[in-house]
């Protein structure tokens, strides 16, 4: 979900006639050329999009396919994607921040069926089945994954050295250390949802797997059980009990009003010893650590603490999609650069030259030599986890659509004392349960 994209307009282009969806460009006496629009989000680490963009659209647009794709700057990209699309406008290849999200899109009719494309382009064998069949909405293919991705627990290792501190493996061990380093004047754990208010499911997707389990989890968006059972009660208990005690950035107020940029360059200069955050961060963090931050310190990560102590217990997701446009002129030409962007060569050169997360198509350890030891580390573990059946589930990719709104939105009522855990889960229960009868629940991979 969580991964937003970013971009610059950075082909050097005359531009020709703006049409709602698809535009046609003039340039070098080439008349009614197709230019693809992908409208990326401006926030976030810019010279990784520099990258991206620079390795996927720049060098697409080299093959002389008879048509360019354009990257074009849109602030808050998503909220202006689903509002343009849902006048009958926006950009050809519609970007969404995971599954959950695709849904009301595709019911509405504003996307367009890709099982043509996936039969006819090999997406059906380019894509892990699992991953692939997440963009599915009665029955019918309406968008393909972007990424793998999961939650860990990112520590500075600078800090921890310092202090004797060891990474936790228990929930217990971790509620123990947020003390310790609370008392050392430290932040226990960076984070801030200034710039994505969503990051708030961030927090409750964890604890649901770390606490009640991924079993628990399953059940209950099998419709098995409710998410009134005590289990889950526990995980919001606790997740509210540290939220309250200011073990999130110092305090509940500033954890509102602290923006990513903020929080990752408190962990990379030492001020917080540790953030449980997304895998979307993995090739990019160590932008805020060492000389080119300023400071001497080192990172590493270890998989989120649970109850158990169980290792490897990755929730597993989908970080965002890819669809195209119901409204487009050019579909044909959208699906061949989404065949191209996801490709094992164009991604391979991205996880290893952009730092970009690993995507659910089939990737060889050959594809990912000179990356990062810390980071094939991450694809390693993962890759043997969810082999093993050793995962759960992030809200974002297998909640639906209103469930998994009402997740980020009601929690805060709960963290300010406007709402029990209580009366939490019960909404909960009755938003899920209605949406789970009414067929709205994204596809559930069958657990091991």
Same mark, same amino acid.
């Given at each position: 979900?969580?991964?937003?994209?970013?971009?610059?307009?950075?082909?050097?282009?005359?531009?020709?006639?703006?049409?709602?969806?698809?535009?046609?460009?003039?340039?070098?006496?080439?008349?009614?050329?197709?230019?693809?629009?992908?409208?990326?989000?401006?926030?976030?680490?810019?010279?990784?999009?520099?990258?991206?963009?620079?390795?996927?659209?720049?060098?697409?647009?080299?093959?002389?396919?008879?048509?360019?794709?354009?990257?074009?700057?849109?602030?808050?990209? /998503?909220? @202006?994607?689903?509002? !343009?699309?849902?006048?009958?406008?926006? &950009?050809?290849?519609?970007?969404?921040?995971? &599954?959950?999200?695709?849904?009301?899109?595709?019911?509405?009719?504003? *996307?367009?069926? *890709?099982?043509?494309?996936?039969?006819?382009?090999?997406?059906?064998?380019?894509?892990? #089945? /699992?991953?692939?069949?997440?963009?599915?909405?009665?029955?019918?293919?309406?968008?393909?994954?972007?990424?793998?991705?999961?939650?860990?627990?990112?520590?500075?290792?600078?800090?921890?050295?310092?202090?004797?501190?060891?990474?936790?493996?228990?929930?217990?061990?971790?509620?123990?250390?947020?003390?310790?380093?609370?008392? !050392?004047?430290?932040?226990?754990?960076?984070?801030?949802?200034?710039?994505?208010? #969503?990051?708030?499911?961030?927090?409750?997707?964890?604890?649901?797997?770390?606490?009640?389990? &991924?079993?628990?989890?399953?059940? @209950?968006?099998?419709?098995?059980?409710?998410?009134?059972?005590? !289990?889950?009660?526990?995980?919001?208990?606790?997740?509210?009990? *540290?939220?309250?005690?200011?073990?999130?950035?110092?305090?509940?107020?500033?954890?509102?009003?602290?923006?990513?940029?903020?929080?990752?360059?408190?962990?990379?200069?030492?001020?917080?010893?540790?953030?449980?955050?997304?895998?979307?961060?993995?090739?990019?963090?160590?932008?805020?650590?060492?000389?080119?931050?300023?400071?001497?310190?080192? /990172?590493? /990560?270890?998989?989120?603490?649970?109850?158990?102590?169980?290792?490897?217990?990755?929730?597993?997701?989908?970080?965002?999609?890819?669809?195209?446009? !119901?409204?487009?002129?050019?579909?044909?030409?959208?699906?061949?650069?989404?065949?191209?962007?996801?490709?094992?060569?164009?991604?391979?050169?991205?996880?290893?030259?952009?730092?970009?997360?690993?995507?659910? +198509?089939? +990737?060889?350890?050959?594809? *990912?030599?000179?990356?990062?030891?810390?980071?094939?580390?991450?694809?390693?573990?993962?890759?043997?986890?969810?082999?093993?059946?050793?995962?759960?589930?992030?809200?974002?990719?297998?909640? &639906?659509?209103?469930?998994?709104?009402?997740?980020?939105?009601? +929690?805060?009522?709960?963290?300010?004392?406007?709402?029990?855990?209580?009366?939490?889960?019960?909404?909960?229960?009755?938003?899920?349960?209605?949406?789970?009868?009414?067929?709205?629940?994204? #596809?559930?991979?069958?657990?091991?």
């Amino acid at each position: 979900m969580k991964k937003v994209y970013l971009a610059l307009v950075l082909f050097g282009l005359t531009l020709g006639l703006l049409f709602a969806n698809g535009t046609t460009e003039k340039s070098g006496g080439v008349a009614n050329q197709p230019v693809i629009e992908d409208w990326v989000d401006t926030t976030g680490n810019t010279q990784q999009a520099l990258q991206v963009i620079h390795l996927a659209y720049d060098s697409f647009n080299q093959l002389n396919k008879g048509f360019t794709v354009k990257a074009v700057q849109k602030p808050n990209a /998503w909220d @202006a994607i689903r509002t !343009a699309v849902a006048g009958g406008g926006g &950009p050809d290849i519609v970007f969404t921040p995971g &599954p959950s999200f695709v849904f009301e899109m595709a019911q509405a009719g504003r *996307l367009a069926p *890709l099982d043509e494309y996936a039969a006819k382009l090999g997406w059906n064998k380019q894509f892990l #089945p /699992w991953a692939l069949s997440l963009g599915k909405v009665n029955g019918k293919l309406y968008s393909i994954p972007d990424e793998i991705e999961t939650m860990v627990l990112y520590y500075n290792k600078t800090v921890f050295e310092q202090h004797g501190w060891t990474p936790p493996k228990t929930m217990a061990e971790w509620t123990a250390l947020m003390q310790k380093v609370k008392a !050392a004047g430290l932040i226990a754990n960076a984070a801030g949802n200034a710039d994505w208010r #969503p990051a708030d499911e961030h927090y409750v997707t964890v604890f649901l797997n770390a606490v009640a389990g &991924p079993q628990k989890v399953y059940e @209950a968006l099998k419709g098995q059980i409710p998410w009134t059972d005590p !289990a889950f009660a526990k995980s919001i208990d606790m997740l509210n009990n *540290l939220m309250e005690n200011g073990y999130w950035q110092g305090e509940l107020s500033k954890y509102y009003t602290t923006k990513s940029d903020q929080f990752l360059a408190d962990l990379g200069s030492g001020k917080a010893a540790m953030m449980v955050s997304g895998t979307w961060w993995m090739g990019t963090i160590g932008n805020y650590f060492g000389q080119k931050a300023g400071n001497q310190n080192n /990172w590493d /990560w270890v998989a989120v603490p649970t109850v158990s102590g169980v290792p490897s217990n990755f929730p597993l997701g989908i970080g965002s999609t890819r669809s195209i446009n !119901a409204n487009s002129k050019y579909k044909e030409q959208a699906a061949e650069f989404l065949t191209y962007f996801f490709s094992r060569q164009t991604q391979s050169i991205l996880m290893t030259k952009a730092g970009t997360e690993p995507p659910p +198509i089939q +990737i060889s350890s050959s594809d *990912l030599a000179g990356l990062d030891p810390r980071y094939a580390r991450y694809v390693s573990e993962l890759s043997q986890a969810t082999a093993a059946g050793n995962y759960g589930y992030t809200t974002w990719t297998f909640w &639906p659509p209103k469930s998994d709104a009402y997740i980020y939105d009601a +929690i805060e009522k709960v963290w300010a004392k406007q709402q029990t855990t209580a009366q939490y889960l019960q909404g909960l229960q009755d938003q899920f349960s209605a949406e789970l009868k009414a067929g709205a629940a994204p #596809p559930l991979p069958t657990r091991q």
